[in-house]
């Protein structure tokens, strides 16, 4: 799975959006069901963590800064929580926190961790494009590879918006549009060649390819990105790039750690909803 998910690509010349015409949820609620088991140890692992670290090379918390040190009595929602660690160390930092996940089997095994780490947690199955919980719950929302790369989003950001309380902060950490423009069609782990056009990058559909298909991801150029936080409202507070560390070797979700080093893997946008 690449990037906390899947591999594999469109042909080049197809630039069909699928999310005009395909069931991406749907897709992504298969595709995530069906590896849940292989998500359990990476879960069991960060639930314990004495720190937060994120995304697929762990980038420790001291240097990102994505969760405040004391949300006490804040409300927290994680938008697309997996098994549910970020859940569990935001509870730790003192809020009340709401997880909410479209795959069960993802859930089934968050709410296993949740009871054996004592973290009174609510979690809820369903699509965090349309939560269905109620306007302005919420003063600070994350995703970790959840609806950040697997919901549509112009849809799933217009969500967090009106769930998040004038005030409220939105941070989500996916792939960087990088790692997309440059990994093959062939579903082959990115290289230094330019594999799919920039300016109309919406994403990549991974379960119509042959080579481990998966599910439908979405990513946007950074103009595309601007553009979309500025219609809805969303000033952006902070956005970071993250590379791979020195001192990693080998092949990691689909991106070599050689080319991490010298372009962005991954990015994470701080985001607020002005009070
Ligand atoms: C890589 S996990 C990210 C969560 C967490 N950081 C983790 O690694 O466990 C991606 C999660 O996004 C969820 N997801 C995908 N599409 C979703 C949607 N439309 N609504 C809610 N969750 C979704 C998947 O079910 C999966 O559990």
Known sequence: MRGGGPRATLPLDDN????????????????????AENWVAAGER?????????????????????????????DAIELGCGTGYVSGWMARRGARVTGIDVSPDQLATARRLAREHGADITLIEGNAEATGLPDAAFDFAISEYGAAIWCRPEVWLREAWRLLRPGGK????????LVLVCSPASGAPCDRTLHRPYRTLWGVDWSVVEIDPSGVCFNLPMSGWMRLFADI??????????????????????IPAAWGQDFPAEQVWHLGKPG
């Open 16 to 35: 069909r959006r699928p999310d005009m015409d395909r069931d991406h949820v749907r897709i992504n609620r298969d595709v995530w069901n069906a590896d």
């Open 46 to 74: 960060l639930w314990a963590a004495d720190a937060p670290v994120w995304g697929n090379w762990g980038a420790p918390e001291a240097g990102l800064g994505l969760l405040r040190a004391d949300l006490s009595g804040k």
């Open 170 to 177: 939105l941070v989500f950490l996916g792939n960087h549009p």
């Open 233 to 254: 409202g969303f000033v952006v507070e902070e956005y970071q790039e993250i590379y791979i560390p020195e001192g990693e070797t080998g092949t990691q979700s689909s």
